[in-house]
Antibody, heavy 123, light 104 residues
Framework: QVHLVESGGGVVQPGGSLRLSCAAS????????MHWVRQAPGKGLEWVAF????????YYADSVKGRFTISKDNSKNTLYLQMDSLRPDDTALYYC????????????????WGQGTLVTVSS | VLTQSPGTLSLSPGESATLSCRAS???????VAWYQQKPGQAPRLLIY???MRATGIPDRFRGSGSGTDFILTISRLEPEDFAVYYC????????FGPGTKVEI
C-alpha cells in the first residue's frame, strides 16, 4: 500500500520561506512523477506543482511560479517543495500526491495522497 | 474552469445521487477524474479517465460524460458515501471543480 507522509509545515511570516517534505514508501518512487496539491481552510483543491519521475522537468501553477520549487531525491524516496516569498493566500493544507503514470509525462490525475501538512502564513 | 452542481445534495441512504461537472471549454484529449473527501481526510480517487473506477471503488460509483459535461452517479447511497466530491480535469494546470457536498 502506497504511503506518503508530508512534513515541514508551520507558521511563517509573509515574505518568509518554508520547505515541505514528503516521504514515500511501498512503491518504486523513482519510477513516478509526483505532485503537490493544496487546500485552503474550508476551500477546494488547487494543483500546485508537478515533477517528472526523474526530476528532469517541473511544472507549476501560475499562482506559485517563480516562488515555489519542486524537487525529488530518488535516493531518499522524498519529494520536496521549497516555498519562498510566501503570502497569506498561500495558507493551506499541502498534500503530496502520486501521479499514476510511470516513466511518462503526467497521467493527469492523482491516484494516491498523503494526509497533508499545514502551512500558515501570518504576521 | 470547472463548475459543479448542485453545491449541496441532500439525500437519504439507499437513494441515488447525480453530480454534475461542467468544463468551460472542450479541451481535446482531456479527461475527468472524481475524488471523494471526508472531513479531516485526504481526497480519495474514485474515477479516472472519465469512467474508469479506481482500485477498490465499488461499482455503485459510475462516471460518464464527454466534451464539456461529465456526471458522477452514485447508486444506492451508503452511509459512508456522504462526503464532498470534486471533479478534476486532465488539462494544463489540472483544475478542480469547487465540489458538491452530499449530505444526509
Amino acid at each position: 500500500q502506497v504511503h506518503l507522509v508530508e512534513s515541514g509545515g508551520g507558521v511563517v511570516q509573509p515574505g518568509g520561506s518554508l520547505r515541505l517534505s514528503c516521504a514515500a514508501s511501498e512503491f518504486t518512487f523513482s519510477n513516478f512523477g509526483m505532485h503537490w496539491v493544496r487546500q485552503a481552510p474550508g476551500k477546494g483543491l488547487e494543483w500546485v506543482a508537478f515533477i517528472q519521475y526523474d526530476g528532469s522537468k517541473m511544472y507549476y501553477a501560475d499562482s506559485v511560479k517563480g516562488r515555489f520549487t519542486i524537487s525529488k531525491d530518488n535516493s531518499k524516496n522524498t519529494l520536496y517543495l521549497q516555498m519562498d516569498s510566501l503570502r497569506p493566500d498561500d495558507t493551506a493544507l499541502y498534500y503530496c500526491a502520486k501521479d499514476p503514470n510511470p516513466y511518462d509525462f503526467w497521467g493527469g490525475y492523482f491516484d494516491q495522497w498523503g494526509q497533508g501538512t499545514l502551512v500558515t502564513v501570518s504576521s | 474552469v470547472l463548475t459543479q452542481s448542485p453545491g449541496t445534495l441532500s439525500l437519504s441512504p439507499g437513494e441515488s445521487a447525480t453530480l454534475s461537472c461542467r468544463a468551460s471549454q472542450n479541451i481535446r484529449d482531456s479527461y475527468v477524474a472524481w475524488y471523494q473527501q471526508k472531513p479531516g481526510q485526504a481526497p480519495r480517487l474514485l474515477i479516472y479517465g472519465t469512467s474508469m473506477r479506481a482500485t477498490g471503488i465499488p461499482d455503485r460509483f459510475r462516471g460518464s460524460g464527454s466534451g464539456t459535461d461529465f456526471i458522477l452517479t452514485i447508486s444506492r447511497l451508503e452511509p459512508e458515501d456522504f462526503a464532498v466530491y470534486y471533479c478534476q480535469q486532465s488539462s494544463r494546470s489540472l483544475p478542480f471543480g469547487p465540489g458538491t457536498k452530499v449530505e444526509i
